[in-house]
């Protein structure tokens, strides 16, 4: 279960969840041009998946992402939602099933929060009360303070809230489809790293149907359940999990696309959650400063982390600090300036951990609440229990494809046709 919302309410929405998406025969051929944009795709996204769309650029994914809410028409082909054809549908009914997140851009100036968030709602004829607790409820998913942010214009905001912004109005009519185009491409790394943190928390809460378009390998490989690797007119090269793609490209054209340093990346698809967070000696800021002590002098521990009143990682402690604390701790031990939620990938605390002294990085909830510590020790061992075991199953592929081959040719000595085509990816 999610941890609980952080400002208001604290139960998730009891939301609609994603629906299959079917793209069949989907083509779009721009009025003057000659060749297709897009080009016959055929795919299913499974309900409640996050399918990453990448490619070279002009290579049709937003073309493709934009025929499935029919921002653009396709010329031909069929899309199903669910179990319904909307090839045809009246647009506003089918925005209702499809939400749409861009970049932060994609924000009306000239409204406010609020606004935006409510105008699909709006559109769609929902109840003036049932907008205002829908926006309301929202801000609050994103992680934004309803009181503090629904009167703000989108200037206001810094560019992370106002791609949180996006993200709430694209979920506030509660679509089972949302679709990204590039959601996150206009901000710094670092804001761009908690937002996938954040839509990784959000999905786990929702289970919407994502189709998310980014140039980002990384990003595809850390927020996605498959990714659909095109090249020119959306043909698909490889749809396949981050895993597979990682361990066995099914040619040279995705392995460009893989890039160098496969051992990194396959960091990006475990999360903290996923290895041993173990347990930390730990004091608050208002214990008694003789107890303090006594756990450090007496203890098994030499070192402990103090929290704050609201049982967040405030600063290291060690014993040898202890001499400089005299009859306070506010000069005494070394800040916190780093923590990984329990939803930051392997690579993000690493990255923590080789950033701090003592190669440890404290994991919280959250409202930033302390709830372990991932050490350097710990990574190592999952980070090499991972590799080897995306060897040996690279192994087992490759000695497949051998058995197959060698079937194939013994067949064809016999004269038989095997009617068997080679490994191709696409649903
Ligand atoms: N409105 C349009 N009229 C004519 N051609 C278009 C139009 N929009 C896109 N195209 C062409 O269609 C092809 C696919 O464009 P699309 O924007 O879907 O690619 P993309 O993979 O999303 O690219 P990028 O990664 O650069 O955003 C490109 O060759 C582009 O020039």
């Given at each position: 279960?999610?941890?609980?919302?952080?400002?208001?309410?604290?139960?998730?929405?009891?939301?609609?969840?994603?629906?299959?998406?079917?793209?069949?025969?989907?083509?779009?051929?721009?009025?003057?041009?000659?060749?297709?944009?897009?080009?016959?795709?055929?795919?299913?996204?499974?309900?409640?998946?996050?399918?990453?769309?990448?490619?070279?650029?002009?290579?049709?994914?937003?073309?493709?992402?934009?025929?499935?809410?029919?921002?653009?028409?396709?010329?031909?082909?069929?899309?199903?939602?669910?179990?319904?054809?909307?090839?045809?549908?009246?647009?506003?009914?089918?925005?209702?099933?499809?939400?749409?997140?861009?970049?932060?851009?994609?924000?009306?100036?000239?409204?406010?929060?609020?606004?935006?968030?409510?105008?699909?709602?709006?559109?769609?004829?929902?109840?003036?009360?049932?907008?205002?607790?829908?926006?309301?409820?929202?801000?609050?998913?994103?992680?934004?303070?309803?009181?503090?942010?629904?009167?703000?214009?989108?200037?206001?905001?810094?560019?992370?809230?106002?791609?949180?912004?996006?993200?709430?109005?694209?979920?506030?009519?509660?679509?089972?489809?949302?679709?990204?185009?590039?959601?996150?491409?206009?901000?710094?790394?670092?804001?761009?790293?908690?937002?996938?943190?954040?839509?990784?928390?959000?999905?786990?809460?929702?289970?919407?149907?994502?189709?998310?378009?980014?140039?980002?390998?990384?990003?595809?490989?850390?927020?996605?359940d498959r990714i659909a690797v095109l090249r020119e007119r959306s043909h698909i090269a490889q749809f396949d999990t981050p895993e597979a793609i990682l361990t066995n490209p099914a040619d040279d054209f995705v392995s460009g696309f893989v890039g160098a340093g496969a051992a990194l990346k396959r960091l990006n698809l475990s999360r903290v959650r996923d290895v041993g967070v173990v347990d930390f000696p730990t004091a608050g800021i208002d214990d008694p400063l003789q107890d303090i002590f006594d756990l450090l002098r007496n203890g098994s521990t030499n070192e402990l982390l103090l929290l704050d009143r609201n049982r967040r990682p405030y600063k290291w402690l060690r014993r040898g600090d202890l001499a400089r604390a005299k009859q306070s701790l506010a000069r005494a031990g070394t800040l916190v300036t780093d923590t990984v939620t329990r939803d930051a990938t392997l690579r993000d605390a690493l990255e923590a951990v080789l950033t701090d002294n003592a190669g440890r990085v404290a994991v919280t909830g959250r409202r930033g609440e302390y709830t372990g510590v991932v050490d350097m020790e710990t990574l190592m061992n999952t980070v090499h229990e991972l590799l080897e075991a995306d060897r040996l199953e690279a192994l087992e592929h490759q000695h497949q494809l051998q058995e197959q081959r060698h079937r194939e040719t013994l067949l064809a000595q016999e004269g038989l046709d095997t009617g068997e085509g080679g490994a191709g990816g696409a649903a």
């Open positions: 279960m999610p941890e609980p919302s952080g400002t208001s309410t604290t139960t998730p929405p009891a939301g609609t969840t994603g629906a299959r998406i079917h793209l069949e025969n989907l083509t779009k051929t721009y009025p003057g041009s000659h060749a297709p944009a897009v080009d016959n795709v055929n795919m299913e996204v499974k309900a409640g998946e996050i399918v990453i769309f990448v490619g070279p650029s002009g290579c049709g994914k937003s073309t493709t992402l934009k025929m499935i809410n029919r921002l653009i028409e396709p010329t031909s082909g069929r899309i199903r939602i669910g179990d319904e054809d909307v090839t045809d549908m009246d647009p506003v009914r089918l925005r209702r099933k499809v939400g749409y997140a861009i970049q932060a851009s994609g924000l009306f100036p000239h409204m406010t929060v609020a606004q935006n968030i409510a105008l699909v709602p709006k559109m769609i004829g929902w109840s003036r009360a049932r907008v205002a607790s829908r926006v309301e409820e929202m801000l609050d998913l994103v992680g934004l303070d309803p009181r503090e942010f629904h009167g703000r214009y989108p200037r206001q905001l810094s560019g992370g809230q106002q791609q949180r912004v996006g993200v709430a109005r694209a979920l506030a009519a509660d679509p089972p489809v949302l679709l990204m185009d590039e959601p996150f491409g206009a901000v710094d790394p670092i804001t761009r790293d908690h937002l996938q943190d954040e839509l990784i928390r959000l999905q786990h809460e929702l289970h919407k149907t994502i189709c998310f378009v980014t140039h980002d390998f990384d990003e595809a490989i850390k927020l996605g």
